[in-house]
């Protein structure tokens, strides 16, 4: 249930959507924040996993 939750990085806004992924940096659909590899970053401003919260649902 809260595996599929959104996550926004806190420098730039960008929100990570399980449902959609980052198929254009090999996140595929419906990957949960939490499996995405520890070396991906925020593909609007670079920053790491690290700088992500979740969103309160």
């Known amino acids: 249930m809260g595996a599929m939750e959104k996550w926004k990085c806190t420098l730039c806004d960008y929100v990570y959507d399980p ?7 090999s996140v595929k659909p419906g990957t949960p924040f939490e499996d995405i590899p520890d070396d991906w970053v925020c593909p609007t401003c670079g920053a790491e996993k690290d ?4 969103i309160p649902a």
């Open 19 to 25: 449902a959609a992924g980052d198929p254009e940096n």
């Open 51 to 54: 700088m992500f919260e979740k």
